[in-house]
């Protein structure tokens, strides 16, 4: 793990005021997962839109080094999934972070199957942060 650790890893003015933007238009998908994630509910703080690097995670949980993307119907070409792909690698790789996605679908017919999800990542990061 990386000693020094920036909570936007070097992200750009640029970046960063996509982010402001993304946030004030969120997908139906994104604010369903937020109600679920904010006010540290999973007993963590996560962000929406928060930019790191030259990448926007859709949420980020910075103490657990954690993003959380929510995929819509464009995530489904292959060429998309495979940027998705080598995004998600370029992040954890540079940045010791850990990537896991949703799809649009999946937040809104499965909410709590999600959550579950994310709170079984929460707690492997908990064990990997700790060590």
């Known amino acids: ?12 003015d640029s970046t960063i005021a996509m982010a402001r933007e993304l946030r004030q238009r ?3 998908a994104e604010k369903i997962l937020w109600q679920a994630l904010r006010q540290k509910r999973l007993g963590y703080r996560f962000r929406r839109q928060h930019p790191i690097d030259r990448f926007i995670a859709d949420f980020y949980c910075h103490p657990l080094r954690l993003i959380i993307e929510v995929d819509g119907g464009y995530h489904n070409s292959l060429s998309q999934r495979e940027h998705d792909e080598d995004r998600s690698y370029e992040i954890m790789l540079n940045y010791d972070l850990k990537v896991i996605r949703f799809t649009n679908e999946q937040v809104m ?3 709590l199957q999600v959550v579950a999800r994310i709170q079984l990542e929460i707690a492997g990061r908990e064990r990997y942060i700790m060590t």
């Open 1 to 12: 793990m990386k000693s020094s650790f920036s909570m936007y890893c070097n992200a750009t």
């Open 26 to 28: 969120p997908t139906e």
């Open 109 to 111: 017919q499965d909410l």
